[in-house]
């Protein structure tokens, strides 16, 4: 129980009396910062959260988008980052399966799955293999199941997670816009329980998961079983399908107390239960016990009598067990009973609304200290710098992760992982693309821009593949808030994405704020998540192979911007200098560009510069073709820098296109109409990366080593350390 003495007075004044021990339990996992929110919510009211496309209905889990035709996509993201840290087979899995539920709440069957993962430093620490392929297995297992593919993600890793783990994962639904779950109830409505008996695991587990990570309490991790959440998914559809649903609500967080809450105080109404009619996987059960356990796999349902019959016959049909547990009353109180003894008798408004905090903020002490830029030691070989950061951890083929993941499974699957973002097909004909990515480098150095660089990268990830970004979700991770500093940092970057948000108009749809992200060693850094959605009308880019002679083409500026870059952090070991910074205009043309030029079937491929700048974009594209290139950086254009700082900044909004030579002038008219900044820079030949300035060549890698490498680095790392 995890009340602080000023909230149980706090209670106390609002019930006007000693509150029983049940409603203390309840009460204690809805005000947790696990389900209440009460520091960030009232500043995450800045987000824009409105837009033609986006469909708000009472009490949805998850964000609706309509895509046209008839249709809607839906969105969602969770974190299970407290429980993977103690066991992440079970963390991760159980992660899968909560966001895959608050899908299917609002109606609509989940198509695909992806994540955003965080680990300690993998080549020097034992715990940090062990947590990253355990999480991996946890999440391929689930999704592999379940028959969703994991169609992508992204993997960082850095000391700042040392013995911890940050496991997000995002769901995609989609479904036609008349089936969504209209929330609604009217007095003596049913209350239905289906899906996995409640037992104690997840116990105490939203607590547990807002406060810092001290110590191993296993019975706070819930246990997956994914195939009971298969049948849950065909059982929920069918009986949408019937209108046999009134109301509906997944059990994450808090277990019954929050949904039995939450959907009373959404819906206006009352709910009494029993939990004596709660199907429990262990006898003896107290009532604080039934009320809060977070077993997985569990679905509140309201119904009226008169389906409950044909309600209970497709239960049985797929072998799920479902109690009527309660019925709707008038009124707003949450009345818990067992039998005739009443254990809680409380309104819904007080449980479901804690008190909101205004926390206080001051800027880190940190951030003066790290700012200056510094003399770095000189470069003397660098093809031997460039093969390093090809094959370390954050750079390297992620290709040993998603080669777990069933990503073909459901036939959606148009654009696997391992490019730029993913993409889906959609059945009025359009594409869904799908990406999700973050930088801690960049939000320690600068949260503001940090978090904008996030989220714009999610954005040139999806424009890619000629989609249009229509939404975003976003995962604010940081770690306790009780620290003004800290909270400072989450601000900063909740400021930036807002500004993204509003100035691009593409609204945020969903999201999670994770906080008391911090072990004895220290707190994580910020690690703001940004899950970008698009739409492609026609069709999408998917990549042609490049051949001899095919040209490169770089848009957008190069600066003198490497704070935060993997060369300063992972070569030099210098955390300082300058975090890359959008400049909105800028970026609004280049993505503009992109678009047109994949509209006009100009491009062989197109490709983001991220992680490792220019350098390690370009090498990319060559390994994924096994073709080599030739580069003349004198031709890159932005500011006027030393070779190693054109090759590895990390400037934002700029991008590798890929043509053939014929497309060039028709390419040129494009640009130089929406007037941004691009330049031939080289083209693709014989077999090595080849870099240079004049006549003298910086650069010069063999495809197949730099492939080698890149692929099998991150593997043979987790296997043999």
């Known amino acids: 129980m995890s009340l602080e003495p000023q909230e149980l007075e706090d209670l106390k004044s609002k019930i006007g009396r000693e509150p029983t021990s049940t409603e203390l339990q309840i009460v204690a996992a809805e005000w947790s910062e696990h389900c209440s929110y009460k520091s960030s919510k009232k500043h995450l009211k800045m987000l824009p959260m409105k837009g033609p496309l986006v469909i708000s209905e009472k009490g949805y889990d998850s964000g609706v988008l309509d895509v046209g035709n008839g249709y809607v996509i839906t969105a969602h993201i969770e974190s299970h980052n407290h429980p993977s840290a103690v066991e992440p087979y079970g963390g991760a899995a159980t992660g899968v399966g909560g966001v895959i539920r608050d899908i299917l709440s609002a109606g609509t069957r989940p198509i695909a799955i992806f994540d955003g993962l965080r680990f300690g430093n993998i080549e020097k620490d034992q715990q940090a293999r062990w947590l990253f392929k355990n999480a ?66 997840g116990i105490g587990g939203s607590q547990f ?9 296993r019975s706070a991790v819930q246990i997956p079983d994914p195939f009971i959440e298969k049948l849950i998914i065909e059982a929920i559809l069918e009986a949408r399908n019937h209108n046999l649903i009134n109301a509906l609500k997944d059990l ?37 016990e039934i009320m809060v356990s977070e ?41 818990v009973k067992k039998g005739p003894k009443t254990f809680a008798n409380i309104s ?215 704070g935060g870059s993997e060369y300063y952090e992972y070569i030099h070991k210098f955390t300082g200098g300058n975090c890359p910074k959008v400049d909105f205009a800028e970026s609004k043309k280049n993505m503009k560009s992109i678009l047109d030029l994949i509209k006009k079937d100009l491009l062989k491929g197109c490709h983001d510069c991220s992680k490792g700048g220019l350098a390690v974009a370009a090498s990319e594209i060559c390994m994924t073709n096994q073709i080599g290139c030739q580069i003349s950086l004198d031709k890159v254009p932005g500011e006027k820098l030393s070779s190693d700082r054109i090759l590895f900044s990390e400037s934002h909004s700029r991008y590798l296109v890929v043509l053939e030579k014929k497309n060039i002038k028709k390419l040129e008219e494009t640009l130089q109409k929406n007037k941004v900044s691009y330049k031939l820079i080289g083209k693709f030949t014989g077999d090595k990366i080849q870099f240079n300035h004049g006549k003298k060549p910086l650069v010069d890698l063999s495809v197949d080593k730099a492939q080698k490498a890149w692929v099998n680095s991150l593997g043979e790392l987790v296997t043999h350390g």
């Open 209 to 217: 998961a807002s406060d810092s990570l001290e110590s191993e309490d």
């Open 295 to 335: 077993s997985q796999e569990r679905m509140l349902i309201i119904t009226s009598k008169q389906k409950l019959k044909k309600l209970q016959e497709i239960c049985k049909k797929f072998h799920i067990a479902c109690s009527v547990i309660g019925k709707v009353t008038s009124g707003n109180l949450m009345h």
């Open 252 to 288: 994450g967080g808090g277990g019954l107390s929050c949904a039995v809450s939450e959907t009373a105080d959404t819906l206006g109404i009352g709910i009494e239960m029993d939990v004596d009619k709660v199907h429990t996987r262990e006898p003896g059960m107290h009532p604080n």
């Open 348 to 562: 819904t408004d007080i449980v479901a609304n804690a008190t909101l905090l205004d926390r206080p903020s001051k800027k880190p002490a940190y951030l003066e200290a790290i700012q200056k830029e510094k003399k770095l030691k000189p470069i003397s070989d660098l093809s031997v710098t460039l093969m390093k950061l090809i094959s370390s951890p954050n750079i390297a083929s992620k290709i040993w992760v998603y080669g777990q993941y069933d990503h073909e499974v459901g036939i959606r699957t148009v654009v696997k992982p391992g490019r730029d973002a993913s993409v889906l097909r959609l059945d009025n004909g359009k594409f869904l693309s799908a990406k999700i990515d973050g930088n801690p480098k960049h939000c320690y150095i600068n949260p503001r821009e940090g978090a904008i660089g996030c989220f714009e990268e999610a954005c040139r990830n999806v424009v890619c593949t000629g989609a249009k970004p229509i939404g975003m979700l976003d995962h604010l991770q940081f770690g306790n808030p009780e620290d003004p500093e800290i909270f400072w940092t989450f601000l900063e970057s909740l400021k930036g994405l807002t500004d993204f948000a509003k100035y691009f108009k593409i609204p945020c749809i969903g999201g999670k704020v994770s906080l008391y992200n911090e072990t004895p060693a220290g707190p994580i850094k910020p690690t703001p998540l940004i899950g970008v959605l698009g739409l492609i009308d026609k069709k999408p880019l998917i990549p042609k192979k490049i051949t001899e002679n095919d040209c490169l083409v770089i848009i957008g500026d190069t600066k003198d911007e490497l």
């Open 136 to 201: 991996v297995t946890g999440i391929a297992d689930y999704g592999n199941c379940l028959g969703i593919p994991t169609i992508g993600g992204e993997v960082e890793f850095d000391e700042c997670y040392t013995n911890y783990a940050l496991v997000d994962v995002a769901a995609i639904g989609f479904g036609k816009k008349e089936n969504l779950i209209k929330n609604h109830a009217n007095k003596g409505d049913l209350v239905v329980l289906m899906g996995g008996s409640t037992g104690r695991d």
